[in-house]
Each structure stands twice: as C-alpha cells, then as structure tokens.
C-alpha cells in the first residue's frame, strides 16, 4: 500500500529513487549500488509484488527475506527521504523474517497442512508489542522540549496544510487550546504503552491511540503511518487471557513453535539497539539546538518535532580558476524534493558539498574547496545562517561520535520572542 501510494498515487519515489542522478548515502552505506530510471521501476513493482505474496502467506519464508532485503535497499538508499515510518517498516520486516507468522490463515497452510501450528511462543508477541510501545514512548520524549510545549511546530505545520480540520485550530475555537493539546500529546505518548498493558485500561488506551492517530491522518500528509499504528495498537488485544492461549511459555509439545537460541540470541540484541539508538541524541544537545543541528535524530522516532524552511548557495574554489563558482539550487544536478531537503541537515549539505567538489576534481580542477552559506529558520522563528561559510567541506570527516561543530548555534529561544 506504502509503495503503491508513493509510486503511483505521488511522486516521492521517482522524485527521490527513479529521476535522481545522485543519492544522499547513510553514514556507513555509501557502498550501496544504485538504480535508477527503468532499473528502479522494476525493481519496485517487484517489491510490491513481494509484499502482496507475503501478506497472503505464500512461501512466506522466501518472500519474508526478500521484503526485508528489498525494503532496507530502498530505504537505505536514499538518505534525504528518511521517513519514521519507512524505517518502521524496514524493522517490521526484519522481525517478520524470524517470526513464524504463517502458521494459521496462511496459503502455507493451505498448500502444506503440515506447517499449520496451534501455537508459537509468547516471545514474539512481545517483542512486537515492545517494539510499538518504543515507538510511542521515544516519539513522547522527544517532544519535550520548549518549542513543542510553546505549540511549535504543530502551528507552523497546521498552517501548511489545507485539510478541513484546520480552521478549528487557526482562527477557530481551538486556536487556544494547541499549548494545552501539545502537552496532551506528550502525556498521552509516554503513558500509551503502560495504558496499552494494563487490562483495566487497554481498551480506553486502544481508543485513544486510534483516534489519536486517525486525527493525524486527517490533519497531516504522512503516508501511511496513521494507518499503521492503528493496526499495531491493535495488536495489544492478543494479551487478553482468551487471545493468550494461542501463545505459549514453554515446549509444551510438538504443536508449539519456539525460537531457537541463535533466534533468541538476535531478539535480544535486536531489542537492546532499539532501547539505546535513540538515546544517543541526548549527549550531542539540548532542546532546541538538538532539533537545528539534528545530531542524533535519526532513527530516534522524532516525529513532527520540527518545521524548517531556507536557501543555501555553495562556491567552489580551486587552484586552477581565477573565479570562485557560485552555485545556486537552479544549478543543482539534484531533483525538486533533494534540493528541499538538503538545506535541512549538516550532513546532507556535507555530502553534497563533497559531491561537488569531486565533479570539479574529475574536470582537472586543483586544490579544490567548497564553501556553503546556508540560512534556515525553525519553528516559526527568524531565518538566520545555519553553517559557518568559512569552511571547507572538503576538509570535513564528519563521525557519528562527534557533534557538527561548524554549524552555528541557534540564536533565539521561542520563549525569548
């Protein structure tokens, strides 16, 4: 459905994927080859047929793998489309890999009775509803901060939206309350997993996650994730002690599918990244300054914590031209959506900086350096300059333990205006 939509029914994927001629890499993945133009098309339409095999459970165990290699490559490939819910996907995936979900209302069943099963280990249960309950809390924590709790960026993004419901929050009776609807949002994402686990308050929690999240549809543009915690929320039911007694403890006999240790060994470490990967933004900055700079956010489930807008020039120096060369974004050999996102993250601007000078180098270009002026602004605040114009982007190695020295600190608190 994801893929379809983005396709077919918008112009993300041949924005980002089918038209581009340069990929923005993930630190670590820049040896990922890449497709484009027809290769990316097929390669595509293959995967979405792959999903539909592996939703109908025929030879769910092929299928499972290739979704989840498939999927990473796409979204691995494509660093200035990183969406929370894509990485979502590509985690559910994985886990789908290891999990034996075809065991009932499955084509493998139908076409191999012997693989239908009465019921597998609670484990995988809970590592799921784990998983969804991380994705909550974390998306809570990281709201909590001064431009959130201020009503920022829900105004900002509210603005730029042209649903119906938006005309109860700006200029409508609710325009007061989004301070107050901001900090509902923080308490309800931090309180939905333990709502969500006591029996006494799961159905209230379902409730309030479901409209919680069908508002977000209604509201916002983003894709289907909505749609996906619905279902996802859902999944609490199964701790009902009726739902329950399809899961099991023990090797209570043949009829029950439990993971062996090499499966439980890769849960656990599986589980122990996803409790610390996104906490490491906490040691790079603080409030505001964390949602400039973005050290660390990623795959950190920051969702609608931000709303940054701006322009970026570079200019490329070398030995052999007299000129510096200045090069505005109608000059990029990026496409509309990669130039909207570039001027956003330090990390992008780098890569294309670099990506520049290499061009100039490959034309016997010497001494080449390549200069960025960009200016952002942030939650409604004044545009100011995002990076220091001075340096050199080919002198840069940036490093996930190291903070983005060279972009300069955000001037202007909300609560200062």
């Not at 890499?25 to 995967?47: D, E, H, R």
């Not at 029950?256 to 499966?263: K, Q």
């Not at 960009?374 to 605040?381: D, I, K, S, T, V």
Request: hydrophobic share 50%; proline share 3%; aromatic share 16%.
């Amino acid at each position: 459905m994801e893929l379809f939509n983005y396709t077919f029914l918008r112009s993300d994927v041949g924005d980002f994927y089918i038209n581009a001629v340069f990929h923005f890499k993930y630190f670590g993945f820049g040896w990922l080859p890449s497709l484009t133009g027809i290769g990316m098309q097929v390669f595509i339409v293959a995967l979405i047929c792959c999903f539909l095999m592996l939703a109908v459970g025929l030879f769910y165990r092929l299928f499972s793998l290739l979704c989840c290699l498939g999927f990473s490559y796409l979204f691995l490939l494509e660093r200035s489309f990183f969406l929370n819910h894509w990485y979502l996907i590509a985690l559910l995936s994985f886990l789908l890999v290891l999990m034996p979900a075809n065991t009932a209302l499955s084509l493998d069943c139908w076409r191999k009775p012997s693989l239908r099963k009465d019921r597998v280990s609670i484990i995988y249960l809970y590592i799921l509803l784990a998983q969804i309950a991380l994705v909550y809390f974390y998306s809570g924590i990281a709201k909590i901060n001064g431009d959130w709790l201020a009503g920022e960026p829900l105004r900002s993004l509210l603005q730029a939206q042209d649903s119906p419901l938006r005309a109860l929050f700006l200029g409508g009776p609710l325009e007061g309350w989004i301070n107050l609807l901001s900090l509902f949002v923080i308490l309800l994402e931090l309180a939905l997993a333990f709502l969500l686990m006591w029996k006494s308050s799961r159905f209230v929690a379902i409730g309030l996650a479901v409209a919680f999240n069908a508002l977000n549809a209604l509201l916002f543009p983003v894709g289907v994730f909505p749609y996906l915690m619905m279902v996802c929320t859902c999944l609490f039911l199964a701790l009902d002690k009726r739902l329950l007694r399809r899961f099991s403890l023990n090797h209570e006999s043949g009829q029950v599918i439990f993971p062996g240790r090499a499966v439980k060994a890769i849960l656990l470490i599986y589980m122990v990244i996803q409790v610390l990967l996104p906490l490491r933004a906490h040691f790079f900055a603080l409030g505001a300054d964390r949602l400039w700079a973005e050290k660390g956010l990623l795959f950190s489930w920051h969702m609608m914590t931000k709303s940054k807008g701006g322009e970026i020039q570079y200019w490329i120096e070398s030995a052999t031209e007299k000129e510096m060369q200045r090069l505005m974004a109608d000059d990029f050999d990026l496409t509309w959506g990669q130039s909207r996102k570039l001027f956003r993250q330090p990390d992008l601007i780098w890569q294309y900086g670099r990506h520049l000078g290499r061009k100039a180098e490959a034309q016997g270009r010497q001494e080449v350096a390549v200069y960025v002026d960009a200016f952002l602004h942030l939650n409604g605040r004044e545009q100011q300059r995002f990076v220091h114009p001075h340096v050199n982007l080919m002198q840069l190695e940036p490093s996930l333990a190291k903070s983005y020295w060279w972009v300069i600190p955000l001037e202007e608190n909300l609560g200062n205006r």
